[in-house]
Structures are given as C-alpha cells and as structure tokens.
Nanobody
Framework: QVQLVESGGGSVQAGESLRLSCATS???????MAWFRQAPGAEREGVAG????????FYADSVKGRFTVSIDSAKNTLYLEMNSLRPEDTAMYYC????????????????WGQGKQVTVSS
C-alpha cells in the first residue's frame, strides 16, 4: 500500500545536471524524507534529506552547494536537484522516508523506493 517511486536520473557528462523525483502514495507517517545512494560494491550512504514539518534540509558534505532537496507536500513528491555532477556521484539513488530519527543514517529510514541509476562520465 505504501509506495515510494523514483523517476528521473540517467547518464550525463561531468558538470551537467539531473533531477530525481520521488512520488509517494499510501499512508506514511514520516518525520523526514531523504535521498541515499549506493555504488556497486559500496555501502549505501546518505546524500540529502528534509524535515517534512519545517522544510529544513540537510546534506552530506560531498554534495553541499551542488544538490538541493525539496518537497512538494501537496503532491507528496520529493525532489533532488543535482548540479555540477561529478563522476563520483555515479550510483543508484534511493528515496526513503523515516517515521522518527532522521539525519543521513540509512538505519533510521523505514520506507524505500526501488532506486534510479545516475551515471556521470568524465
């Protein structure tokens, strides 16, 4: 019943931009939502998140100044605008929602999307 469905992503050259979207449906009590990413053979890591009640965003140091997370509460859709992309941004990106604790700790999140690939070539 609860679904998080990502869209967007793709393959770009370094320096270009992409936008990811995460549409949610079904009842989800959530304190925050966030984006995580995982490269092949690597651990899933936090990228950016946002508190739903305040709109306050938080970011990993590696993406500060380049990525912007936002949410359209009326549409139940989370976004990640990715600018000045680098090859090291290449990963599968996942949308997630947490009922309680936030930050960029994957263990805090209760609901997950299936992921969208982002590939950045140098």
């Amino acid at each position: 019943q609860v679904q998080l469905v990502e869209s967007g992503g793709g393959s770009v050259q370094a320096g270009e931009s992409l936008r990811l979207s995460c549409a949610t449906s079904g009842y989800i009590y959530r304190n925050c939502m966030a984006w995580f990413r995982q490269a092949p053979g690597a651990e899933r890591e936090g990228v950016a998140g946002i508190y739903l009640f305040t709109g306050s965003a938080f970011y990993a140091d590696s993406v500060k100044g380049r990525f912007t997370v936002s949410i359209d509460s009326a549409k139940n859709t989370l976004y990640l605008e990715m600018n000045s992309l680098r090859p090291e941004d290449t990963a599968m990106y996942y949308c997630a929602a947490s009922k309680s604790a936030c930050a960029l700790n994957k263990n805090n999140y209760n609901y997950w999307g299936q992921g969208k690939q982002v590939t950045v070539s140098s």
